[in-house]
């Protein structure tokens, strides 16, 4: 079992519409969780983090952690075609050394 | 305020050659990290330091790769000798606060490897 598990996709939405994007942890000890986008032969930014039960919301993007199922979205709202790029689940393990485990990611394509 | 600087961006060497790739993280962050990125994958931490100081090097493949962090700023990731596996986009990243509930990961552009 894979530390961080994402689809890998791609997922194809039209513009205007919702993506959601999930993620599933195997350490239950982590605590805390962050969504990073990075465009085609760019580095990682980070878009969300998170570290308690609920929803996070900051402008279009919302991120959603359940700790009991080891789960976290991002769902991004009125989805625009400069969205379109690959999403990166990170996790900072139960260690707590600072280091963030990545998943493999998943590519959104948001088509006009 | 600078970001955080590596080089070179491209690197084509033949197998079985040895490479260095260089980066110097953002003024004042303490804790400086490699990851590898293979194409279609995430980043995969090979090393972070705290300071100049190794934290986690348990993925490392310590018979070829390598890494200083001199005097905690800058720091060196050298692989010798390289196989065609290395092929991978080389991140270097920093933060502020080891304790990462309040920190964050910024990355550099990456040194992008290609082993012939």
């Known amino acids: 079992q894979k530390e961080v598990e994402q689809n890998s996709g791609p997922l194809s939405v039209p513009e205007g519409a919702i993506a959601s994007l999930n993620c599933t942890y195997s350490?239950?000890?982590?605590?805390?969780f962050f969504w990073y986008r990075q465009y085609s032969g760019k580095s990682p930014e980070l878009i969300m983090f998170?570290?308690?039960?609920g929803d996070k919301e900051d402008g279009r993007f919302t991120a959603q952690l359940n700790k009991a199922s080891q789960y976290v979205s991002l769902l991004i709202r009125d989805s625009q075609p400069s969205d379109s790029a690959t999403y990166l689940c990170?996790?900072?393990?139960?260690?707590?050394?600072?280091?963030?485990?990545f998943g493999q990611g998943t590519t959104l394509q948001v088509k006009p | 305020e600078a970001g955080v600087a590596q080089s070179p961006r491209y690197k084509i060497i033949e197998k079985r050659q040895s490479v260095a790739f260089w980066c110097n993280p953002i003024?004042?962050?303490?804790?400086l990290y490699w990851y590898q990125q293979i194409l279609g994958q995430g980043p995969k931490l090979l090393i972070q330091?705290?300071?100049?100081?190794?934290?986690?090097d348990s993925q490392l493949p310590k018979d070829r790769f390598s890494a200083e962090r001199l005097k905690g700023v800058d720091s060196t990731l050298k692989i010798q000798p390289a196989k065609l596996e290395d092929s991978a986009v080389y991140l270097c990243?920093?933060?502020?606060?080891?304790?990462?509930?309040?920190?964050?990961?910024?990355f550099g552009e990456g040194s992008r490897l290609t082993v012939l």
């Open positions: 990243a920093s933060s502020l606060d080891r304790d990462y509930v309040l920190g964050e990961l910024f």
């Open positions: 350490d239950r000890g982590s605590q805390s």
């Open positions: 998170i570290y308690s039960n």
């Open positions: 990170a996790v900072s393990p139960s260690s707590n050394t600072g280091k963030l485990i």
């Open positions: 003024s004042g962050h303490a804790t």
């Open positions: 330091f705290q300071n100049n100081g190794v934290v986690d």
